[in-house]
């Protein structure tokens, strides 16, 4: 089965502590992505990766920090920088398609289960 | 102005009955309009994609995008109360030579049996 993975399914934090969460997926993927929604929020783009080895900073990248070692995985680091790190977390992975002019976009995008960060 | 914005909601209906769920946004340079569905505590799922002017209908759900008006929508016929979900409209925005995904705070629908 394609899909996405993201552990661990909740996580909890103490203040102070740097927290990873994992994300994989198994689509062959080009383009993936962070986000974090809070309660009776829309998603806001934290981190996107549009190729390996490769990362951009989307709305709300600070206190957060990211890698892209391989095509399949985008671990997403909480660090203690983070103020009010509490939320939901979700990764995403998409294909991208070209647009005139040279630019690309972002095609549809497929979520992973979540990972809910709580800071004690 | 919010680039995607949608009514919070809730929107409630009967059971049957048919639901309209409205977005509009802000960059006349979109190209691709999406709607998920979320159920609450859980990630969003991929109801409809839709990226040129007009209707598209697929089963119970109609999408139906204006460019010129810069408006999306989704119809939900026959509405179940397994469609009480919160529903995103997604809008691909973007200056910097890759469009990303802009997520409205979505509209929360109640159908009632």
């Known amino acids: 089965d394609g899909g996405i993975t993201q552990s661990p399914k909740y996580l909890f934090r103490k203040e102070g502590q740097n927290v990873t969460l994992s994300c994989e997926q198994n689509?062959?993927?080009?383009?993936m992505y962070w986000y974090r929604q809070d309660p009776g929020q829309g998603l806001r783009l934290i981190y996107y990766?549009?190729?390996?080895?490769?990362?951009q900073k989307g709305d709300i990248a600070e206190g957060y920090s990211v890698s892209r070692e391989k095509k399949e995985s985008f671990p997403l680091t909480v660090t203690s920088a983070q103020k009010n790190p509490t939320a939901f977390y979700l990764c995403a992975s998409s294909i991208e398609v070209p647009l005139a002019g040279g630019w690309t976009s972002t095609d549809t995008q497929y979520f992973g289960p979540g990972t809910r960060l709580t800071v004690l | 102005q919010k680039e995607v914005e949608q009514n919070s909601g809730p929107l409630s209906v009967p059971e049957g009955a048919i639901a309209s769920l409205n977005c509009t946004y802000s960059?006349?340079?979109?190209?691709?309009f999406f709607w998920y569905r979320q159920y609450s505590g859980k990630s969003p799922e991929l109801i409809m994609f839709i990226y040129s002017n007009g209707d598209k209908e697929d089963g119970r759900f109609t999408a139906q995008l204006n460019k010129a008006s810069q408006y999306v929508s989704l119809l939900i016929r026959d509405s179940q109360p397994s469609d009480s979900a919160t529903y995103l409209c997604a809008v691909t925005l973007g200056n910097t030579g890759f469009q990303k995904l802009v997520f409205g705070t979505g509209t929360r629908l109640l159908v009632s049996p």
């Open positions: 960059d006349r340079g979109s190209q691709s």
């Open positions: 689509l062959n993927h080009d383009a």
């Open positions: 990766s549009q190729i390996v080895n490769d990362f």
